[in-house]
């Protein structure tokens, strides 16, 4: 494998946590995705044998750590105008807005076609300061390479992982990241659900003075699976947060950096001492147990924590968070999702990973728009009865109780009304309460032990 495709961050350890994937759950209802979910995870767990020791990622300096990250899925949408990854791009730049949750002396960026059926040309790239909006700031757009190269074919389910380049960039800097697809792309990998404006240019626009091209504005990240950072040395990882709508922060304010993630990445970014990098892992719709049919859900965490988590450069703990939309939108039971929760347990410890486990948020008054379970008492049964396993199995390194930071104590089964966006997702203060929910300190400590000599 090419030196500038080969991913990153697995130990020896991994190997078998990987592995265990390939028994990931079939699809119950609806149409099969475009890549068959088995094929996959092979392709992913192939990949991610072939990434060097994570001692490779680490240097007297600092580490490579997962600076930003949007868990890439097929293409696919609810409105084509808005995002058009159903249809694809040619002859197009896209300019992907994000967000970087620790600063660092370098960085490199992973453009990803995940969850592409046909190779994914890409003619060149870059990396730029936001200045806003389209903008960058003037001067600061630097090209990307590949193994020297400007171009790069990238294969059907892979991704490539760019040379470094010299870019010093604060905690939480906003970076604009550029792609350049000169042939018609068909369904392409995308993060559906950004909260982020982001824009599109006809024509190769991923060098400097190109900012007044990119005219159109899109609502999802396309192309571009992640930012990593050469981190300072008190950076002693990535936390990664692993879920559904909740922890992508549906219903968040647009533009603003809402989401429980970025509120974490916040916190951890004040510390003094040793602290963290966050990846947001979640995605929207997401289940523990099902394909949906809507291919901007996703596969089943079960199906993509080889890539999302397990092969993020510097992991180092997970929270999970997951389980409601099974019970929501599919009627699961408790019994039922236990044993896959505890899958995902058993690979993140394989791994060498801490992982912690989130009790499932209110949902009472939500049926109303989500119908199915999401919201009556036989949903709300099984919500008591996982969430009493979460804080009661020892099953995870330790338990974060989102249940109890949201909900309303004179109707426990519903959201505190100051933290409640639509019965179901929190608002904005409802994700600033579960990220001052988690334990830093312990999640912290927990890292800095992994990492000792």
Known sequence: MAKNQRPHGITAGRRGALRSLLESPKPKHGRSPRIPLLAAVITLMTAALGRPALAADKAPEGRWVAGWHSSPTPGGTFNSQDCPSDVGLADQTVRNIVRVSAGGSSVRVRISNAGGGEPLKVGSASVALSAGGAATVAGSSLPLRFGGQTSIVIAAGGEAVSDPVALKVPPLQTLAVN????????????HYFAAQDNFLASGNQTGNGADKQFTRKISCWMAVSGVDVKASPDVVGTLITLGDSITDGYLST???????????????????????????AGIIGNELLTVRPQLQFGYPVPARIARDVLTQPGARAIILLAGINDIGDRSAKAADLIPAIQQIIQSARAAGLKIYGGTLVPFAGSNGTYKGDYGTAKGEQERQKLNTWIRTSGAFDGVIDFDKALRDPADPSRLLPAYDADKLHPNDAGYQAMANAVDLDAIINAAVKATSP
């Open 254 to 280: 647009k533009n603003d950096n809402h989401r429980y993630p970025d509120y974490l990445a916040q916190r951890l970014a004040s510390r003094k001492g040793p602290t963290l990098a966050v990846a947001n």
């Open 179 to 190: 792609v350049y697809l000169p042939v018609k792309t068909g369904p392409i990998t995308q």
